[in-house]
T-cell receptor, first 116, second 111 residues
Framework: GAVVSQHPSRVICKSGTSVKIECRSL??????MFWYRQFPKQSLMLMAT?????????EQGVEKDKFLINHASLTLSTLTVTSAHPEDSSFYIC????????????FGEGSRLTVL | QKEVEQNSGPLSVPEGAIASLNCTYS??????FFWYRQYSGKSPELIMF????GDKEDGRFTAQLNKASQYVSLLIRDSQPSDSATYLC???????????FGIGTKLQVIP
């Protein structure tokens, strides 16, 4: 079964509104989670690293005021897309490290955001 | 220069054949190497990981790593139509550090 649960799987919103995506680790604690974005026929691009109890680390070119990340507990990280625009329409995927030296990631199911 | 390079394909192989997927990476500090499979509209799922030079086999899948050449490959034997998907190569320094993905190679297995 899934070890990382992501919700919602699909969301459609109007331009200018905000959308929150939740990512939960099931049966394990995740002090770190990664948020990726994937546009059609493109690779997964890391947006930010979510750290429990501290500020997220954003990749270059990702607006931290637009993509708000909160990692308030060891099992929950949220991504809020504020003032969404059609160009924010994408597939957003969260992941959590499996632990140890591997670097393996457990992925959530992904959230398909469509901004009208 | 892209950090992880893959041919986007599509790579078409007949059912039962061997599919060979290739990947090169630029960071010599990379320690962990992964192949993920991604079906359309779904999130990636891990197929194999490899750390050491050489081959690693798991069922119909064989991953090959050559750190000197900065090259990783995935062989799929006895390809099945259900193997049709996009295969993402990913590399990481290891541990909790970020994983970098290639664009993925789309594989089509023709019945």
């Amino acid at each position: 079964g899934a070890v990382v649960s992501q919700h919602p799987s699909r969301v459609i919103c109007k331009s200018g509104t905000s959308v929150k995506i939740e990512c939960r680790s099931l049966d394990f604690q995740a002090t770190t989670m990664f948020w990726y974005r994937q546009f059609p026929k493109q690779s997964l691009m890391l947006m930010a690293t979510s750290n429990e109890g501290s500020k997220a680390t954003y990749e270059q070119g990702v607006e931290k005021d637009k993509f708000l990340i909160n990692h308030a507990s060891l099992t929950l990280s949220t991504l809020t897309v504020t003032s969404a625009h059609p160009e924010d329409s994408s597939f957003y995927i969260c992941s959590a490290p499996a632990g140890g030296r591997t670097g393996e990631l457990f992925f959530g199911e992904g959230s398909r955001l469509t901004v009208l | 220069q892209k950090e992880v390079e893959q041919n986007s394909g599509p790579l078409s192989v007949p059912e039962g054949a061997i599919a060979s997927l290739n990947c090169t990476y630029s960071d010599r500090g990379s320690q962990s190497f992964f192949w993920y499979r991604q079906y359309s509209g779904k999130s990636p799922e891990l197929i194999m990981f490899i750390y050491s030079n050489g081959d690693k086999e798991d069922g119909r899948f064989t991953a090959q790593l050559n750190k000197a050449s900065q090259y990783v490959s995935l062989l799929i034997r006895d390809s099945q139509p259900s193997d049709s998907a996009t295969y993402l190569c990913a590399v990481s320094p290891g541990g909790y550090q970020k994983v970098t993905f290639g664009i993925g190679t789309k594989l089509q297995v023709i019945p």
